[in-house]
């Protein structure tokens, strides 16, 4: 069996995605390369299996899913070396203030005490814009879970910000 070749609207659509997709793998894994190495590996494997896409569906939601897996599978991989997010490793597009980057920094340490399955359920709702039914259906998990877990997340994110003295800005969904 051979693969069909993708046609230019959906390769115009993955294209598309791009951004979207490396700016969640940034934020879920915290160093560069890495989350380049997720997004690379993720378009490989779409690209592989475009086939299977179903196009009245959406390949925004099919593309998070695929990296969700991926991310899963390299989790689970022993001996798997993480490098925590550093100083170095903030790449802002533009020149920040001083007090933005502090901010920043508060953020990210934050997001990276949460546990995985709870940062990924806040990136993807909170900085992904996914509702909560594209969410559960790109991790694999009933809607109350992605609704528990968003939950803890937003608690855990309030506490945290609140012992390093920041105010909170997260907005509340129902």
């Known amino acids: 069996m051979t693969?069909?070749?993708?046609?230019?609207?959906?390769?115009?659509q993955m294209v598309a995605c791009l951004p979207r997709l490396r700016r969640y793998a940034?934020?879920?894994?915290?160093?560069?390369?890495a989350?380049?190495?997720?997004?690379?590996?993720?378009?490989?494997r779409a690209w592989t299996r475009l086939a299977s896409w179903r196009r009245d569906s959406d390949m925004r939601a099919w593309l998070f899913?695929?990296?969700?897996?991926?991310?899963v599978d390299?989790?689970?991989?022993?001996?798997?070396?993480?490098?925590p997010m550093n100083d170095a490793s903030l790449d802002v597009s533009t020149r920040a203030t001083q007090t933005d980057f502090?901010?920043?920094?508060?953020?990210e340490a934050a997001l990276?005490?949460?546990?995985?399955?709870?940062?990924e359920v806040l990136l993807l709702v909170a900085l992904e814009d996914m509702c909560y039914e594209e969410v559960a259906?790109?991790?694999?998990?009933?809607?109350?879970?992605?609704?528990?877990?968003?939950?803890?997340?937003?608690?855990?994110?309030?506490?945290?910000?609140?012992?390093?003295?920041?105010?909170?800005?997260?907005?509340?969904?129902?």
């Open 35 to 44: 989350a380049d190495d997720l997004v690379q590996d993720t378009c490989e």
């Open 137 to 174: 259906n790109i991790l694999g998990i009933p809607l109350g879970t992605v609704m528990s877990r968003l939950s803890r997340a937003r608690e855990k994110m309030r506490s945290l910000m609140q012992a390093n003295g920041q105010a909170t800005l997260l907005k509340v969904v129902k």
């Open 102 to 107: 502090l901010e920043i920094q508060d953020i």
């Open 26 to 33: 940034r934020a879920l894994i915290g160093e560069r390369s």
């Open 65 to 71: 899913g695929i990296m969700h897996n991926l991310h």
């Open 112 to 119: 990276a005490q949460l546990r995985v399955e709870h940062r």
């Open 3 to 12: 693969a069909s070749l993708p046609t230019s609207e959906e390769s115009v």
């Open 74 to 83: 390299q989790r689970r991989k022993p001996g798997l070396i993480t490098t």
